[in-house]
């Protein structure tokens, strides 16, 4: 009996490890579809900022594709993701977006699963920049301290979707990618919350370090 146990758990441990290659994998080419539909759009518009995007989508793809295949990697490694991420968005959306990005680390070393945060990110700039004609707000604010790391992320919704009874932030790969990713590198050490009004959506994730 013993011997099947353990058999049954190596076999578990190895389907959890190759569905998060695969969540990993999901998330490079859904972010690179994102990101040259921003790139292409600006160079339709001959724009000089065309070369600056290409350069940081180049930089953001190395660390995704090679950086990105231990466990845990530092934390100050998924906050230059985040930072180029936004500096590329908002290269794209200009005055239109008015985003603040702030973070307050015990320790830039401390050891994270990589590429969890960012879809979070990404969806806030999907459902309010992206569909929004007028000014959006996005807001981002990571911390931690020896025992916690609590990340929000605000974002304000467009009037025009506010009849729309499918929650749109809550649909697509990234977000559900990131639940995933959760659930297989934290269980029971994570908490996920998510509020919706019809003006606004916000998440707020905390994970227990220790």
């Known amino acids: 009996r013993f011997e099947e146990r353990h058999q049954r758990e190596v076999l578990q441990k190895e389907k959890a490890n190759t569905e998060l290659k695969f969540l990993k994998a999901q998330t490079n080419p859904h972010f690179l579809f994102n990101t040259l539909n921003n790139l292409y759009s600006l160079t339709l518009e001959q724009s000089e900022k065309a070369p600056e995007v290409v ?13 990105c295949k231990d466990p845990k990697v530092p934390i100050k490694k998924e906050i230059d993701l985040i930072q180029d991420y ?3 968005e908002s290269l794209r959306y200009g005055n239109k977006l008015t985003l603040n990005f702030t973070y307050h680390l015990h320790d830039p070393n401390v050891m994270i699963a990589p590429l969890i945060l960012i879809s979070f990110v990404e969806n806030a700039f999907k459902h309010g920049a992206s569909t929004n004609l007028k000014n959006s707000i996005i807001e981002i604010e990571l911390t931690t301290n020896q025992d916690q790391l609590c990340f929000k992320v605000f974002n304000t919704l467009p009037a025009k979707k506010q009849d729309n009874k499918k929650n ?11 639940q995933r990713q959760l659930e297989l590198n934290y269980k029971n050490n994570y908490d996920l919350k998510s509020t919706k009004t019809d003006a606004n959506f916000q998440i707020i994730l ?3 370090l220790k």
Not at 55 to 67: A, E, F, I, T
Not at 168 to 178: L, M, Q, R
């Open 86 to 88: 936004i500096d590329l």
């Open 168 to 178: 749109e932030s809550h649909s697509g790969i990234g977000f559900s990618n990131s």
């Open 55 to 67: 350069l940081k989508l180049s930089g953001m793809l190395d660390y995704m594709l090679y950086q």
């Open 206 to 208: 905390n994970i227990n």
